[in-house]
């Protein structure tokens, strides 16, 4: 079971890789890592368990939060029809996104991080994403919204980037003034 001593924070090189593309199909050592990384999620998103075992609730985990560099992640949050939504993507990309731009109003954070990092972090409102399921399958996904924000958030973590690294230098709470950008809520 995952708890957040296995958890690598920031400063720790996993962090800062590209991680390893994923060998298709999965090794089952990579299975179990990955619906562990989803169970996380789960148990971190139900009070008592996370009460008991002091989780802190989380939306997404890539694989090299946990150490592993490996490109794979999993999420788990409620959509924009408002249904409890589930994924796990292996060697997943980018293929077309909006020209429109979304960001969190309070900011965002991370597993990884243990302090608060005050800033927008732009986000592209739509990606289309294509990547391959845990039985090996190619599937593509579309997100928006919040699903958007934590597919853009976990994919970076895949390229060693993190949140902060998004967010503007001189002014953090300045937005991006060529693309038609609002705030999620
Ligand atoms: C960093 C932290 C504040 C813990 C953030 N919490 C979060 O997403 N909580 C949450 C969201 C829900 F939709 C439902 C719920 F039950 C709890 C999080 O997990 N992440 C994930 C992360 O660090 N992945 O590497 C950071 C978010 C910032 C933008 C998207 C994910
Ligand atoms: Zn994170």
Redesign the pocket.
Known sequence: MITMKDIVKEGTDVLRIKTKEVDIPLLEEDKEALLCMLQYLKN??DPSIARKYKL???????AN?IGLDKRM?AS???NERNEDTEYMMINPRIVSHSVNMIY?PEG??????DRDVKGY?PRYERIKVKAYDINGKEVEYKLKG?GS??TQ??ID?LNGIM?YDRINKDNPFKLPENVEIRSLY
Do not use: N
Not at 56 to 62: A, E, I, N, V, Y
Not at 108 to 113: A, F, I, K, P, Q
């Open positions: 971190s998103q802190r609730p989380g939306s997404g985990l890539s939060q992640f788990l949050f409620v969190l965002e954070g991370c597993l990884s991080v972090v919040y924000i934590v958030h976990e973590h949140f």
